[in-house]
């Protein structure tokens, strides 16, 4: 009998086999901590995948539910903000409104754009930190200004030239944390607005200064409604983090407009452990804003914002089903504005932009370099040569375009729920396609009626 000979091939342990838990990505972070002693500073927001929209589907209407004629009959997307005190309430012809960026995170060309385009949809746009602009008041019909905590740039005659006032008190990208503007962007006239030197870094505190608590908030409100003659509505924005208990306070304190912002909102510039480890997502948050407004009562009496991640129109649908009455836009806004497109338009012309991102080490589609102020497209910075590679007339038609286009898609989701009017989409239009979604949006697993925490009853 023949002795057993040795197999061939000699098997080695897999030499490229990466770690799920010390991934490149980690090993990165490790190296570089180790070699710098520094956390890392970026934009935008969170890159982690987090349950979203996405997850959620429309049952549109077939026999037991009746659909609209998208061409014939019409879909209403009229919005008004501010119905609880103000005398005069924000009046909007679409629900998609711009949120607030600050001149210094961009520049004075973007705004004007901002507003322009915001003027022409019939919605609002949003100051940001460090104070109100003339080219941002001038080209906005519906302006809101922010109360933050840095109280940089703010001024009462500007208030009063508002149209509505929002209260920040946090973000979704780093509740609990405080602004960031790196002194590569405070330039003479962002200096000047900010009071402060030119080219140092601008870190703004991560509450307001002159109150500890709620009954200071309800002050704070109060002070605003006299300035204003009680004509603004006043809106208070939190980022997502206990919002059940976040959004009750904010109500008791008098407001007329509660902002959620979900961890998936952008930022000029913030640590990136925050960006991606702080805060709920904006499908968990803007369920629990609702139920906090049902249990007081308040539901179309104050009404709700919900940011944080909303780019489609499909996005905006689904937050207004789960019972938003308004969504902002951030980031898409500034991706539609040009952010991370490889090429800007200048005099006419299409010019390449690569050789810039590459200077910043990156590429069209990955960049996250806000904070720099070298943005290769001109949309977040200061510099006197980048800003003027975005030029108002040119940014203000596309962002029309992109929020025409999320309008249109509200409209065409709805009237396939048999709505004719986008306030009218309800979360029985919705469910899920995860059991975290499910979970999160409080609607039925597709294909079942089961909603996860819940009874059968829905209890």
Known sequence: MNAPTEHPIAFKPLQREESALFDRSTLDYIHRASQTGLYEIRGLGAKRALPHFDDLVFLGASLSRYPLEGYREKCSTRTVLGTRFAKKPIVLETPITIAGMSFGALSANVKEALGLAATAMGTSTTTGDGGMTQEERQSSKTLVYQCLPSRYGFNPDDVRRADAIEVVLGQGAKPGGGGMLLG??????????????????????????????????????????????????????????????????????????????????????????FIEHVGIPTLAAVRQAVAALEDLDMVGKV????????????????????????????????????????????????????????????????????????????VTTQDAVLE??????????QLKNYLKTLTMELTTLARACGKQNVHHLEPEDLVALTVEAAAMARVPLAGTNWIPGMGPSGI
């Open 303 to 378: 009404q709700l914002i919900v940011s944080g991640g909303i780019r489609t129109g499909a996005d905006v649908a689904k937050a207004l089903a789960l019972g938003a009455d308004a969504v902002a836009i951030g980031q898409g806004v500034l991706m539609s504005l040009g952010c991370n497109r490889d090429t800007y338009q200048q005099g006419g012309q299409l010019l390449s932009a690569q050789a810039d991102y590459a200077a910043l080490g990156t590429q069209a589609g990955f960049c996250h370099h806000c904070h720099t102020g070298k943005c290769p497209v001109g």
């Open 184 to 273: 590569q962007k405070v330039n003479p006239r962002v200096a000047k607005m900010r009071t402060l030197p030119e080219g140092v870094d601008q870190r703004s505190a991560c509450r307001h200064p002159d109150w500890t608590g709620p009954d200071d908030l309800t002050i704070k409100i109060q002070e605003l409604r006299e300035l204003t003659d009680w004509e603004k509505p006043i809106y208070v924005k939190v980022g997502a983090t206990r919002v059940f208990n976040d959004v009750k306070l904010a109500v008791h304190a008098g407001a007329d407009v509660i902002v959620v912002d979900g961890m998936q909102g952008g930022t000029a510039a913030t640590q990136t452990c």
């Open 388 to 397: 003027q590679r975005l030029e108002p007339a040119w940014g203000a038609k």
